[in-house]
C-alpha cells in the first residue's frame, strides 16, 4: 500500500485567507511521521501544525464564544473502531493531541470542560494564551453587533451569520491502516458553551476499517446529517470515495442549505474531495 495523506484548511462562504505552505508543512510532516510511524501519527501531526498557526481556526487561531473565549475540540479516530474526542479546552493548543491521550489512555470516548483541562493538565499539555489578532477582530464586530440587546434578540440576531471552519486530515499507512482527526474553535458567531460537530464522532470525524472522513463548514448541518458517517456509508454500499463525497455534501446541501466540506480516503488509497463552500483549501501527499 503507497502511504497518502490528505489535509484541509477548513471550507469558507468567502474567499478564505490562509497561507498555502502552512498546509503543505502540515501534509509534508504528517507524512514523514507516517513513513516513521502509523496512519494516526500523521493524522496528530499534521493537525498540530495546523493548530499551531493562528491563520486556521483551530489551536491558536481558534474562534471566540460569545463570551471572549475561545474553547477548542477535537476529534481523531482510527480504522480498528478506537476513537477519542474532547470539547470545551480551556488554554490548550493541541486539541487532538488531547483527543489521541483520552483515546489511548483511557476508556472513554470524549471529555469535556474543566475536567477534559485537567485531564490535558495531567498528561502535561501546556496551557497558553490562544488569542490571535484574526479570532479577536471578528469577535470584536460580533460583540459590538449583541452588546445592547436581551439574551433572546441575541440570539435571533447570531443566526443571521454562518461561518464555520476546522482543520482536519486523513492518513492510510503502509499496512493499510487508516485514521481520521479534526480539531477547531467552532464557529462564528457562536454562544458560549457551544459544541461543534467536530468531537462527535460520525458526524465532523470519522473512521472504520473501509474509509477515513473528516469534515469541516456548519457544524450544526453536518450534525443533523451525520455527514463524516454517512460518507463511510456510501463507501460500504459501493461508491468510489469521490463519488461517496460528492453525495454526501449535496445530500447537506438539499435537506440543509448550508455549507460543508470533506476528505476522504478508503481502504484502497482512493480519494474523495467535496465541498460547496465557496473555497476549500486541500494538499495531499503520496
Ligand atoms: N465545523 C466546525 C463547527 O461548526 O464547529
Known sequence: ????????????????????????????????????????????????????????????????QLDGNPRPEAAIMTGNGDAGAVTDLDGICHAISVARAIMEQTH?????????????????????????????????????????????????????????????????????????????????????????????????TYCNEHAAVSATGIGEAIITMTLARRCVEYREDGMQPAVATENAIKALEEKTDRHAGVIMLDDNGETGISHNADEMNTVVRE
Open 108 to 204: 472513554h470516548v470524549m471529555l469535556s470542560g474543566p475536567f477534559a483541562t485537567r485531564f490535558a493538565d495531567h498528561c502535561g499539555f501546556d496551557r497558553q494564551d490562544l488569542s490571535s489578532e484574526k479570532a479577536a477582530t471578528e469577535w470584536e464586530k460580533m460583540h459590538a453587533m449583541v452588546e445592547d440587546l436581551s439574551f433572546d434578540e441575541t440570539i435571533e440576531t447570531l443566526k443571521e451569520y454562518d461561518t464555520g471552519g476546522t482543520v482536519g486530515c486523513v492518513a492510510i499507512d503502509a499496512d493499510g491502516s487508516l485514521a481520521a482527526g479534526t480539531s477547531t474553535g467552532g464557529r462564528s458567531p457562536q454562544l458560549a458553551g457551544r459544541m461543534g460537530d467536530t468531537p462527535m464522532i460520525g458526524c465532523g
Open 1 to 64: 500500500m503507497n502511504p497518502r495523506i490528505i489535509v484541509h484548511g477548513g471550507a469558507g462562504r468567502h474567499e478564505i485567507d490562509q497561507p498555502q505552505d502552512i498546509l503543505e508543512t502540515a501534509a509534508d510532516s504528517g507524512y514523514a511521521a507516517m513513513e516513521e510511524g502509523t496512519a494516526v501519527d500523521a493524522v496528530e501531526t499534521a493537525v498540530n501544525v495546523l493548530e499551531d498557526h493562528p491563520a486556521f481556526n483551530a489551536g491558536n487561531g481558534a474562534k471566540y
